[in-house]
């Protein structure tokens, strides 16, 4: 287990065995929650991450008919 520093601005470092093993880069968001006394950080994945995930899902919507004038 590696153990960090909270500096003087409440920040700390993310140790780069842990940001390697999690594949996260420089800029990206975390949620930040208090989970029963302790924190957790999950990254925010984009959109673009669950592209493909529902294999088979149909995503065709049809349209509304046109009001007549």
Do not use: H, Y
């Not at 594949?23 to 959109?47: H, S, T, Y």
């Amino acid at each position: 287990m590696t153990s960090v520093a909270l500096s003087p601005k409440f920040q700390i470092v993310i140790p780069k065995d842990v940001r390697q093993a999690l594949k996260l880069v420089a800029g990206q968001r975390l949620e930040a929650r208090v989970n029963q006394g302790r924190v957790e950080l999950i990254p925010e994945l984009p959109m673009s991450a669950a592209c493909g995930r529902w294999p088979g899902l149909d995503t065709t919507v049809p349209n509304d008919p046109e009001p007549e004038l």
